[in-house]
């Protein structure tokens, strides 16, 4: 049944991992949308995953970027210094390091 496809479809994605999501989107980047066959391709590239599951990833995408655009997905609010190495920097090292020499 194609509703179930769908579902089965819809169902694999949610175990997408990171690495088979850039390896996704570099897919994307090679074969563009005059490329034969272009689905197809993208899933061989991928790998482990279907023509089906690589077009509702790419529907998925689509709906990101919409929600994204559209201002529905609130921007990360970040703050200073977070996940920069620089963060544990004391004072003194600060001065230091923005010292200039004559």
């Not at 999501?21 to 689905?39: H, Q, S």
């Not at 689509?62 to 004072?91: F, H, Q, W």
Request: with cysteine; hydrophobic share 30%.
């Amino acid at each position: 049944m194609a509703s179930d496809r769908l579902s089965s479809d819809h169902n694999s994605n949610l175990r997408w991992t990171t690495a088979k999501n850039k390896m996704f989107e570099n897919g994307l980047a090679i074969y563009d949308e005059e490329t034969t066959d272009r689905w197809y391709r993208i899933a061989m590239f991928v790998g482990g995953t279907t023509e089906g599951e690589v077009k509702r990833q790419y529907e998925i995408l689509l709906e990101d970027i919409k929600n994204i655009e559209s201002g529905k997905v609130p921007s990360p609010v970040y703050t200073r210094n977070a996940g920069c190495s620089m963060a544990n920097i004391t004072s003194d090292e600060e001065r230091l390091r923005n010292l200039k020499l004559q």
